[in-house]
């Protein structure tokens, strides 16, 4: 997996989000070393009239990676200062780039694919179960996922995979809808993610899922527990034998859930053989 792209859209995010004077939005750009045209992907970045603000990198998950182009989903943490005080907020960056001359990685503000219209906000806050999913202490779900749960943009099956998965595990969420590409990437295939019925899963046990080595059978174990919550459609960096489970170089570091209602949950093909840890074999 390229982790140049993932390199400079964080670097984009976090020079861009970082300036210390009150400018237009173009000018904080074009200070931070880019094209004034990305202003409008900044925008998430820039809405705040803040006379300084400081930008850290949460996590760059990739969204889509061809050998040309890549979309990089980058969480990321702004704190802003203004006349009213500091405040703190977390934001979701769907980045695209191109590779360059010499094969380099350049954001670009040509959204291609672009973004399907996404689920709609619905009034009266989240359903009892998005209630029971923001109040779990074992799920730390980032804020544009949480707004989305708030919003209802999220279907409560989805949530019901995650709320199961969350008896055993602690997860951090990476995304539902807000920030993601929206299609499945590089085609114009709309995702489960732009309806409600995706999310992505970032981290298993404070161990961000790029990080745990792929004999680790937790892996395994949490995709198949996903799929006999109910997931449809299980992604992730190892792959299993077996119906709705898929593994590419886009799914090494995170685990896609998803569900689409005219299928069956995913199953594996037989019961798999989980590898042993690195310890357990000391």
């Known amino acids: 997996m390229d982790g140049q792209a993932k390199h400079a859209a964080a670097r984009f995010v976090e020079r861009v989000g970082t300036w210390g004077s009150l400018e237009p939005p173009v000018a904080r750009v074009v200070a931070a070393g880019y094209p004034g045209e990305l202003a409008a992907l900044a925008a998430p ?119 199961a998965l969350a008896r055993t595990h602690i997860l951090q969420v990476q995304a539902f809808v807000s920030g993601h590409p929206g299609t499945v990437y590089p085609t114009t295939r709309v995702s489960n993610h732009a309806v409600g019925r995706a999310v992505d899963v970032r981290s298993i046990d404070g161990r961000p899922v790029i990080e745990i080595p792929r004999d680790d059978p937790i892996l395994v174990e949490l995709m198949i527990a996903a799929a006999a919550a109910g997931a449809t459609e299980v992604g992730g960096p190892v792959p299993i034998a077996g119906r709705g489970f898929f593994t590419d170089g886009v799914h090494q570091d995170h685990l896609h859930l998803g569900i689409t209602p005219t299928k069956p949950p995913a199953a594996p093909a037989a019961a798999p053989a989980i590898p042993a840890t690195a310890s357990a074999l000391r």
């Open 45 to 163: 970045l820039l809405d705040v009239p803040a006379r300084e603000a400081r930008t850290s990198i949460v996590y760059p998950q990739y969204g889509g990676l061809t050998p040309t182009a890549s979309s990089v989903m980058v969480l990321a943490r702004q704190e802003l200062r203004s006349e009213r005080g500091v405040q703190v907020r977390e934001v979701l960056l769907d980045v695209r780039l191109v590779r360059g001359a010499g094969g380099t990685w350049q954001v670009s503000s040509t959204l291609d694919p672009p973004r399907p219209q996404l689920a709609p906000r619905r009034q009266g806050g989240p359903t009892a179960l998005g209630r029971v999913v923001l109040d779990n202490l074992q799920l730390r779900i980032s804020e544009p996922a949480r707004a989305d749960i708030t919003d209802r943009r999220v279907g409560d099956p989805i949530l019901a995979v995650l709320d």
